[in-house]
């Protein structure tokens, strides 16, 4: 199969590097790009349009077709944005603990009261987040050791934070017919259960989809990137 | 231990084939009749009691005691108005993702009103209802490979939709003192999770119960036999 | 890491035994005390600050730092009291399972209704619970076969029930700093999933916590000792 990977906040295309290696490993194509805004393309003023575009750009002029599209976290957004726009190019969207907007919503629209406080409190003058350690390790490694974790860390950098707040045209989203798959791991605690749940709080907006748990928790990219490829092989399937 | 396993919709006996091979393995004895309606017992106008008296009178007339009763999906029904009927020949009602039905209620009482509406528009003139594929493969096999999937929907067959609609009489069942487990495979995702679960929302109106969980979808006996088989162990045991 | 294991009711510290051993085998210290009113140390008339006091007085008389405090079930309660009084001997708490009680409320204060009843029906003239076998081994011992239910039910003794009935002054307990971490075993059934659950209906409560599942019920100290040692370090690591 065909994999492009959409990463999520905070991070950059080698997030990826060990799951597309084990993709790779099994036969697989994979592509992980560095989403505009992240990383190396750093720029707080960055657009979901701008985005998006970037995905598909990479799609369009790599003329890849069959594509199993994955998006991660908030890499969910982007990729409904992209789905609107390139649908005949999908063989399928794989949304793997990611956020799944409604039409004329935002991501931000989905954030728990509790940790909205703490993420404006914690905002830079210049738009953009840095995820503290205490809270990157605790809730989104809390199924790594620590080395791991502080290596994962090593790899975040400023989130811009302008396009979450954007409300999002995705009526066309809820009117495709590609196939989708929603991979869940359990043990992920980004945000309190009892405010949020990727499954089924995010899965049930899906027009429809399959859905693929496995054990494990929001960067498993990290924590177990060879059961994630194993899962995305699973939710990717025909 | 002995087994009666109850198939499901859509499904007959041979749906347990490779079940009651790995239970045979073990050291059990395994029953699984057709229930009348069923595959080479099609019949559209069959009633829940015709249906239930088929497994009670499998258990009677080859003498069955010390029974571990099973049933799978709309086979949890079944086996509600079989236990009432031969309770001193059981040792156990073993519900695996199945319905447990309300005394007064129907089986179509529990189905989520977003399927519901798509279950009717597919009826067919006969009473009957056709599974789509796509439907099948995604919401029932979502843990198998293609293969398989295609495999098991070969083996299905249109179910006939009037039994369902049944009032059905459980007064008796609730007054039991038969020991029950509830056997849930929790990558089930047969119905939305945001309308309806096997556990907690079936499972909690047994009148007592052994909660069991495995990992997998609707349909074990075709995705992961021996995982079932070893789940229906752990459900039945003393 | 150095480990002080709390029982939960109707336990004591022998409960402890082969989790202790797994622990000590993989370089751990650990401590797993008999409570005040349990076991050899039966006192229906016990009360939660004699009881916290033990294991406070078992910290502080050995001089133990950098304890990874464990409560599992009633001892969840316990763990807080406990946290409250020498939070600078604490590299973390681990609640396995366990209650995590406001402040001013009592333990009795989360028993479902459904339960409640019939704790009050069984209750001793001297104020004690014992457990009936058939709940023991279908609701905390769901996945254990019947050999191992019977063994550690015969480790099980009276519960004096007061203790569970005083409200707690747990307001240090709730600006504490002490890293915590809640273990949860999701094959749990003591209580109607319908009515309570340990993750995330007690885990909720907690400030901040780091999240870890693993499959197993509520006595995983006997049922799989080794996979709840491998769950303690995984939710003790720092």
Redesign the interface.
């Known amino acids: 199969m065909r994999y492009v990977l959409i990463h999520g906040s905070w991070q950059d295309g080698r997030c990826w590097d060990a799951t597309v290696a084990a993709l790779t490993a099994a036969g697989h194509e994979a592509h992980a790009p560095t989403l505009p805004g992240n990383g190396d393309l750093a720029n707080p003023a960055v657009t979901m349009a701008e985005t998006a575009a970037a995905v598909v750009d990479l799609i369009v002029s790599k003329d890849l077709t069959e594509v199993v599209l994955v998006g991660h976290s908030f890499g969910g957004a982007v990729a409904q944005l992209v789905a609107q726009q390139v649908p005949d190019r999908l063989a399928r969207v794989v949304f793997y603990n990611a956020y799944v907007i409604a039409d004329g919503a935002t991501v931000f629209t989905y954030v728990p009261e509790s940790v909205a406080g703490a993420f404006t409190a914690l905002a830079s003058p210049d738009g953009t987040l840095t995820l503290p350690y205490a809270y990157f390790r605790?809730?989104l490694m809390?199924?790594a050791?620590?080395a791991t974790a502080e290596w994962a860390y090593a790899l975040t950098s400023p989130e811009p934070l302008g396009r979450s707040a954007e409300v999002l045209d995705l009526a066309g989203f809820y009117s495709l017919t590609v196939?989708m798959s929603y991979l869940y791991a359990?043990?992920d605690?980004v945000f309190?259960?009892?405010e949020f749940s990727w499954?089924?709080g995010m899965?049930?907006r899906l027009p429809?989809?399959?859905?693929?748990?496995i054990?494990g928790g929001h960067e498993l990219m990290f924590s177990d990137p060879a059961a994630l490829a194993a899962g995305l092989e699973?939710a990717g399937?025909?």
Chains 1, 2, 3 share one sequence.
């Open positions: 605790e809730h809390n199924d050791d620590a196939p359990y043990d605690n309190p259960a009892s499954h089924p899965s049930q429809d989809f399959r859905l693929v748990t054990p699973r399937r025909p």
